[in-house]
């Protein structure tokens, strides 16, 4: 259990949650799902941005499109929620604020949740929509994957997939607060613990439980994207707080890719809660993360040569 006292209302809502988990440690899966579009709360809604549900490849999910924002850009979110939890709805808002900051529209994907449909179903999904966008007209370098905790994973792990079978792949991938490490070895999980709200080794193994039900291994590179090699893998950005639980999955993320060659961005911040740019609007650590997100997308799709 933290023993600081949350500063920001993110922190806030995790301790609420963490509160209710310790005195209902059994908590069923719907309950949980319902508790975690709590998310929204933190989130304030962004001016001049239009929302529309929709399906994308056969995906559902929501349109996400800032008024003057060129539509043949397009941001894939892959919320998180350790692949069981978290939804279009929760990350609805995160996504105008980070379209509307980039330029571009976003499609926030609901991709199918574990343990109903265990992995590699949130890759298929994600590969569907590209395929999809693809089939539209889209170029590989005007979609970009982006993904939060859980969703980062499967982030990396489609682009990975594609490289893998030769299918186009995004030119530029965005991961917060990256959650890779299916062992469950992460030494910030411990050292950090007393400054996180949300995260602990039962729960990250519970979710690892739901994700691996279909009899997966923890250490196949698609699943824990810190054994697979990242030779020839996009530009990558890598945000996450020193202070949050999984931070060690960000650095060795950061390690593994920039080994291989890759053009990694990694941005540490002090003092924040797991995915804190979950309070754009409301929080100024969040907006200026989501700043240069956009500020890196543009340089990147600047140094491409990209219209």
Known sequence: MPATVPADLLGRIYAEWTVEFTAAPD????????????WQRATAEPEDVTYRTTQIGGVPGILVSPIG????????????????LGSSASHRKLAGHLAK??????????????????????LDDADAVIDAL??????PADITPVGD??????AIATVLRRLRTGAPAPGQVVTISPWLDMENSGETIETNDATDFLIAR????????????GGADPTDPLVNPLYADFTGFPRLYITSSAIESLFHD????????RAAGVDVTFDVVPGEQHVWPLQAGNHGPADDSIRRIADWYHEGRAGAGAA
């Open 69 to 84: 924002a060129d539509p043949r850009q397009m941001l894939l979110v892959l919320h998180g929620g350790g692949f069981a």
């Open 27 to 38: 908590l069923s899966l719907p309950v949980l799902r319902w508790i975690f579009e709590d």
């Open 134 to 139: 693809l089939a539209d007209g889209y170029r």
């Open 101 to 122: 900051a980039a330029g571009t529209h976003a499609f926030v994907a609901d991709f199918r949740r574990a343990p109903e449909d265990p992995y590699p179903a949130q």
């Open 250 to 257: 960000a650095v060795r993320l950061d390690e593994r890719a």
């Open 202 to 213: 039962e729960g990250l193994q519970g979710n690892i439980d739901r994700y691996l039900a």
């Open 149 to 154: 905790s859980a969703g980062a994973s499967i």
